[in-house]
């Protein structure tokens, strides 16, 4: 074998002297019994983790328990108070191809190609998604949706994960808009995500939708920690609504945030194609932005700069 392989070796004897033997020879591991493939996953990620770890970026997924939930939106300011509270290379990717709203929302101009390259996904490399992005401020590149959104080209089965798998490669933090619905493509990025967000409304529906999610999600990530739950247009004016409480006791979750209905807010910065924190800075749907992407990322929200930004009252 070349070099830098590493051989597992699975057989039915467990005996140490053997063991020991196959280690003498080289090989990285031996495995003992049936092998499912969980201790199969870990067994590679004990190997390889290590050096994976240092060149990967996290992937945070956004996905709506119902269209209009504000899941695009949650996405797109996430991404930007990441990038630019810590400073970091952050990559928005609008996977609803068709009629996503990164563009519109962060008044960016449309880059064509993308949607030929994605039905041609052997194509796609790092030199070509740099290409293909749109820089928005000094940390946050953005991948917009297609140009033409009722074109005929359609994505092949593949290309979304080579897509991510680029662009994970390529930035600390990447954070994914998926559109609201339940294909291959959509199922296999949540799974593959390092943390997922499902964005509700405290309604019914919203409920319902969201405790399906929830369980098939848990079934696909075993071994991850549960979705995060975010509550959006909380105590909208006379609708009647779902505690909060009481939507996360259904859940079976304890860690949730909440957003109240601030259409005023939310509306003036979508209209002026900004971000939250250059249109409403000290609003307190930043603030609940801002808690977010600090929850997301594990980091002390004590750090200077993020002091800095308070005591000149930008923060």
Same mark, same amino acid.
């Given at each position: 074998?070349?070099?830098?392989?590493?051989?597992?070796?699975?057989?039915? $004897?467990? $005996?140490?002297?053997?063991?020991?033997?196959?280690?003498?020879?080289?090989?990285? $591991?031996?495995?003992?019994?049936?092998? /499912?493939?969980?201790?199969?996953?870990?067994?590679?990620?004990?190997?390889?983790?290590?050096?994976?770890?240092?060149?990967?970026?996290?992937?945070?997924?956004?996905?709506?328990? @119902?269209?209009?939930?504000?899941?695009?939106?949650?996405?797109?300011?996430?991404?930007?108070?990441?990038? =630019?509270? =810590?400073?970091?290379?952050?990559?928005?990717?609008? &996977?609803?191809?068709?009629?996503?709203?990164?563009?519109?929302? &962060?008044?960016?101009?449309?880059?064509?190609?993308?949607?030929?390259?994605? #039905?041609?996904?052997?194509?796609? $490399?790092?030199?070509?998604?740099?290409?293909?992005?749109? =820089?928005?401020?000094?940390?946050?590149?953005?991948?917009?949706?297609?140009?033409?959104?009722?074109?005929?080209?359609?994505?092949?089965?593949?290309?979304?994960?080579?897509?991510?798998?680029?662009?994970?490669?390529?930035?600390?933090?990447?954070? &994914?808009?998926?559109?609201?619905?339940? #294909?291959?493509?959509?199922?296999?990025?949540? /799974?593959?995500?390092?943390?997922?967000?499902?964005?509700?409304?405290?309604?019914?529906?919203?409920?319902?939708?969201?405790?399906?999610?929830?369980?098939?999600?848990?079934?696909?990530?075993?071994?991850?920690?549960?979705? =995060?739950?975010?509550?959006?247009?909380?105590?909208?004016?006379?609708? @009647?609504?779902?505690?909060?409480?009481? %939507?996360?006791? #259904?859940?079976?979750?304890?860690?949730? #945030?909440?957003?109240?209905?601030?259409?005023?807010? %939310?509306?003036?910065?979508?209209?002026?194609?900004?971000? &939250?924190?250059?249109?409403?800075?000290?609003?307190?749907?930043?603030?609940?932005?801002?808690?977010?992407?600090?929850?997301?990322?594990?980091?002390?929200?004590?750090?200077?700069?993020?002091?800095?930004?308070?005591?000149?009252?930008?923060?």
């Amino acid at each position: 074998c070349d070099p830098t392989t590493k051989v597992v070796v699975i057989g039915p $004897d467990n $005996d140490i002297g053997l063991y020991r033997t196959l280690l003498g020879r080289g090989v990285a $591991d031996y495995l003992v019994g049936t092998i /499912t493939p969980l201790s199969y996953v870990s067994m590679v990620q004990n190997l390889f983790g290590q050096d994976n770890q240092a060149k990967l970026g996290k992937v945070y997924a956004f996905v709506g328990a @119902k269209g209009g939930v504000g899941t695009s939106t949650l996405a797109q300011n996430v991404a930007w108070t990441i990038a =630019q509270e =810590q400073a970091t290379p952050t990559l928005l990717v609008d &996977l609803d191809f068709r009629f996503g709203s990164a563009a519109v929302n &962060l008044d960016l101009k449309l880059v064509t190609g993308l949607e030929k390259y994605l #039905s041609e996904p052997d194509k796609l $490399d790092a030199a070509l998604l740099d290409k293909l992005i749109v =820089q928005r401020g000094e940390h946050l590149s953005v991948l917009p949706a297609f140009d033409d959104s009722l074109g005929d080209m359609e994505p092949a089965p593949d290309a979304v994960d080579r897509l991510i798998e680029i662009a994970r490669a390529s930035f600390p933090n990447v954070v &994914l808009d998926l559109p609201h619905d339940w #294909s291959p493509a959509s199922r296999d990025t949540l /799974t593959a995500a390092d943390k997922v967000i499902v964005v509700a409304a405290p309604d019914l529906p919203n409920l319902h939708n969201t405790m399906a999610l929830m369980d098939r999600l848990r079934a696909l990530r075993p071994n991850d920690a549960p979705p =995060q739950v975010i509550l959006n247009m909380c105590k909208m004016p006379k609708r @009647k609504e779902i505690g909060a409480q009481k %939507f996360a006791k #259904s859940l079976g979750v304890e860690n949730f #945030s909440t957003i109240a209905f601030d259409p005023a807010t %939310f509306g003036s910065a979508a209209f002026a194609g900004r971000a &939250l924190s250059e249109q409403s800075p000290r609003s307190k749907a930043q603030k609940s932005v801002r808690e977010l992407a600090t929850v997301l990322l594990g980091k002390d929200r004590t750090r200077s700069r993020n002091w800095l930004l308070r005591t000149l009252g930008l923060g």
